[in-house]
């Protein structure tokens, strides 16, 4: 049995002061740690350190939504493992799409970063989605496949044991359009189906699929339903802790 991970991607919202506001807000409408269901945020860098000093003993996780695969070194902008885990992180965002649309992030070089998370000792939670022109051509679990081959290259079982999938297709993030759970369920099903081939039946039924898409209160018991979906990517509904507790709360 999986245990549910709901995962709040704040991007490039709120300030360190504003994120601990919310934090505060969170763990007291939550009344304690939750023994069903995990919770991870992921606020922006400069709110890490003040963030995780807050969750300490929480139960709530804490992820950085981006990091580059080299150690250290001349990459001006650029954030290491080891920094995310100075900072007080456990998990990282990977291969979002918004960084592989914006910022021309490639399956080989998530695979490094993926790669480098593990190393350090961090849970990726990497991303993977199709466009609406790439499904509108029927070419979604061409292109699903390919980043999930390209992006686990050279992982092996132990790997997939730490890590996080989150099947996000690109056309309902930020639309307020979402797949239909039906939709979802098919693609996450197909997902495990590669992990199981890849990996083995023991890891394809243990690795969590969160899905990312417009996410909101009023549609997450029914994609949780789904028995391939394991929890969800929230972008825009984590930013209110009203919301993001709506969801957090899924009914089973």
Known sequence: MIKPLIAGNWKMHKTAGESLDFVRQLLTALGGPLDDR??????????????????????????????????????????????????GCSHVIIGHSERRTLFGEKNDFLNRKATAALSAGLRPIYCIGETLDEREGGRTFTVIERQVKEGLNKFNAGDIGRTVLAYEPVWAIGTGRTAAPTQAQEVHAFIRKMIEGDFGG????????????????????????????????????????ESFISIIRFKK
């Open 38 to 87: 995990d919770v991870v945020i992921a606020p922006p860098f400069t709110a890490l350190f003040p963030v995780a000093e807050l969750l300490r003993g929480s139960g709530i996780g804490l992820a950085a939504q981006n990091v580059h695969d080299a150690a250290e070194g001349a990459f001006t902008g650029e954030i290491s493992t080891r920094m995310l885990i100075d900072a």
């Open 202 to 241: 023991r890891a394809a039924a243990a690795i969590p699929i969160l899905y990312g898409g417009s996410v909101k209160p009023d549609n997450i018991d029914e994609l949780m339903a789904q028995p391939d979906i394991n929890g969800a990517l929230v972008g825009g509904a984590s930013l209110k802790v």
